[in-house]
């Protein structure tokens, strides 16, 4: 399924805990990584539960999912040694909210 590969992706690199774990300065902030990881778990198993339950989840709602895994896929590609820390927070504070916004439009 697109989404899982699309979360594994993210998280084969140890996801966006593991990237700040993996930085000096981002590793003091890295709780907030182990968060946004639980929250996209959360969205695609909450996606394939719907698909085995034998609903069919709309395409907003899939969209929805693949927005927030692309926003991950995309901070985890940023070098931080190129990306200011404080821009690198910046995203990753917005994908959090994001996620937060997400899980409860889709009621999970």
């Not at 959360?42 to 969209?63: A, N, S, Y």
């Not at 990306?83 to 409860?104: C, G, M, R, V, Y």
Request: hydrophobic fraction near 35%; proline fraction near 3%.
């Amino acid at each position: 399924m697109h989404l899982r590969g699309g979360f594994e992706v993210t998280q084969g690199r140890g996801g966006l805990w593991g990237y700040m774990e993996k930085n000096a300065s981002l590793k003091k902030e890295s709780t907030l990584g182990f968060q946004i990881d639980g929250k996209l778990q959360r969205l695609v198993v909450g996606f394939e539960t719907m698909c085995e339950d034998g609903k069919i989840p709309t395409q907003k709602t899939f969209d929805a999912i693949s927005d927030r895994l692309d926003q991950a896929r995309n901070i985890n590609n940023q070098k931080p040694g190129r990306t200011p820390i404080e821009e690198l927070l910046k995203l990753l504070n917005a994908l959090n909210e994001n996620l937060d916004q997400t899980l409860s439009n889709l009621g999970m």
